[in-house]
């Protein structure tokens, strides 16, 4: 079935440093694609999206590209502040019962 | 801000009490879902509904119920809650490109 693998963390960076946190997917058909963000204490937020092949989703000055060949859709950010200290989710959406498939998360902690 | 919150925010119950989570949606969106967050286990599923009434199974729906009457509001029901149900519950939306927003959720304590 269809499933979603991102890197375990926790990840932690000082900040101004570059970020890559992976996701990989198995899907059948042609899913799309998200990466949620979840701060303590919070509920999750669509941080952005990519609903075909070589679309790039982009906010908040992370990006994610949706890469069929390679199956993936890692999250990327130039430059981590401590306010970017959340746990962050890939997943995908199954036409099947209009579910999202969900990684486990990874943990991001930012240091001054 | 997809208008959905829950109540309560917060409750404290015992073993063996009913306990029922509204979720409210101002938006007329069609598909709801009830998901719980539990440390190690990441989001799971409990049960969604694809309009008023229509309502299925997730992937731990054992010892929960749900009801849709109105498409703006969606209850998720512990017959008799737990300590296992002990969670944070999270109520969600689905978008038009199949994206899902969530409530501010719901942490339930099961004593």
């Known amino acids: 079935g269809d499933s979603v693998t991102q890197m375990e963390g926790p990840v932690t960076l000082s900040e101004e440093a570059f970020l890559t946190i992976n996701c990989t997917y198995t899907?059948?058909?042609?899913?799309?694609l998200f990466w949620y963000v979840q701060y303590p204490g919070e509920g999750l937020q669509l941080l952005l999206k990519?609903?075909?092949a070589d679309d790039k989703g982009s906010n908040k000055g992370f990006e994610a590209t949706y890469r069929k060949e390679t199956t993936s859709f890692h999250l990327e950010k130039g430059s981590v502040q401590v306010s970017d200290s959340a746990v962050y989710f890939c997943?995908?959406?199954?036409?099947?019962?209009?579910?999202?498939?969900w990684g486990a998360g990874t943990k991001l902690i930012i240091k001054p | 801000d997809a208008g959905i919150t829950q109540s309560p925010r917060h409750k404290v119950t015992e073993t063996g009490t009913p306990v029922t989570l509204r979720c409210h949606q101002t938006?007329?969106?069609?598909?709801m879902y009830w998901y719980r967050q539990d440390p190690g286990h990441g989001l799971r599923l409990i049960h969604y509904?694809?309009?008023?009434?229509?309502?299925d199974k997730g992937e731990v729906s054992d010892g929960y119920s749900v009801s849709r009457s109105k498409t703006e509001d969606f209850l998720l029901t512990l017959e008799s809650a737990t300590s296992s149900q002990t969670s944070v519950y999270f109520c969600?939306?689905?978008?038009?490109?199949?994206?899902?927003?969530f409530g501010p959720g719901t942490r339930l304590t099961v004593t």
């Open positions: 938006e007329n969106h069609r598909y």
């Open positions: 899907a059948t058909g042609y899913p799309s």
């Open positions: 990519a609903t075909k």
């Open positions: 509904s694809y309009g008023v009434k229509d309502t």
């Open positions: 969600a939306i689905r978008g038009g490109a199949y994206e899902q927003y």
């Open positions: 997943a995908l959406s199954a036409d099947s019962n209009y579910q999202l498939i």
